[in-house]
């Protein structure tokens, strides 16, 4: 019997096929282990595990994270704990976490909100001259600083090769934002989930920044800048 697909399963399953992947299964069984990953993907020669989750349309304003604003980061958070318990027997593997949207609230495509859950709420850090008693001249810049999910010292986090956010681009084109868990234990390889509407953020160097862009959303931007 076919389980019935959620709308992000469903979307999911479109973006896969736009990108010639066609050999995968849905909750495949594995012997001995109770944890079921949504998809089993097989591509050049490697098995992937991807569990897809999306966000409900709410139609209420979320709760505020003291007097000063939204905690924008707590549903996106709370989604990489659930996915860590599902891949918590696969660490030999790439494990990724997909992750859809409905509800306006939550940004799934701003990199400082993605990547402030996966590494820390993000802020400003500034070098102090105790001799001085001041701060040091332009040494003040962003850092992710607390309550992030991939910490170094805890593992159970490194086995979350990738965050991806699905999405849809104009004329109902699919693409995703694959933002890469530096810390994994297993990496998601560069060359996968590369088409001309995917972007993707990584570490380069000691900065954590965009790495790609397809050809695509270039255009897209271009198209935009020269409309203006």
């Given at each position: 019997m076919t389980s019935k697909r959620t709308t992000s399963e469903s979307?999911?399953?479109?973006?896969?096929?736009?990108?010639?992947?066609?050999?995968?299964?849905?909750?495949?069984?594995w012997d001995g282990i109770s944890k079921q990953p949504d998809y089993t993907v097989q591509h050049n020669g490697?098995?992937?595990l991807f569990d897809v989750k999306e966000f409900k349309d709410k139609k209420f304003?979320?709760?505020?994270?003291g007097a000063f604003g939204v905690d924008r980061y707590r549903r996106i958070r709370e989604k990489i704990n659930q996915a860590t318990s599902q891949?918590?027997?696969?660490?030999?593997?790439?494990?990724?976490?997909?992750?859809?949207?409905l509800d306006a609230f939550v940004r799934l495509q701003e990199p400082y909100i993605v990547l402030g859950a996966m590494y820390g709420d993000l802020g400003f850090t500034t070098l102090w001259d105790l001799k001085a008693g001041s701060p040091v001249r332009d040494s003040t810049h962003r850092a992710f600083l607390k309550n992030g999910k991939m910490f170094r010292h805890e593992s159970r986090h490194q086995t979350i090769s990738a965050v991806i956010t699905?999405?849809?681009?104009r004329d109902d084109q699919l693409g995703v934002i694959v933002w890469e868990n530096y810390l994994a234990t297993v990496p998601f390889p560069r060359d996968t989930f590369c088409g001309q509407y995917d972007e993707r953020w990584g570490k380069d160097g000691t900065l954590i920044k965009r790495i790609f862009l397809g050809q695509g959303l270039v255009a897209n931007q271009e198209s935009a800048v020269g409309a203006g």
């Open positions: 979307l999911f399953e479109r973006y896969l096929a736009s990108q010639g992947i066609t050999a995968f299964e849905f909750e495949k069984v490697t098995i992937y304003i979320p709760p505020s994270a891949f918590k027997y696969f660490t030999d593997k790439p494990c990724c976490l997909v992750l859809y949207t699905l999405r849809h681009i």
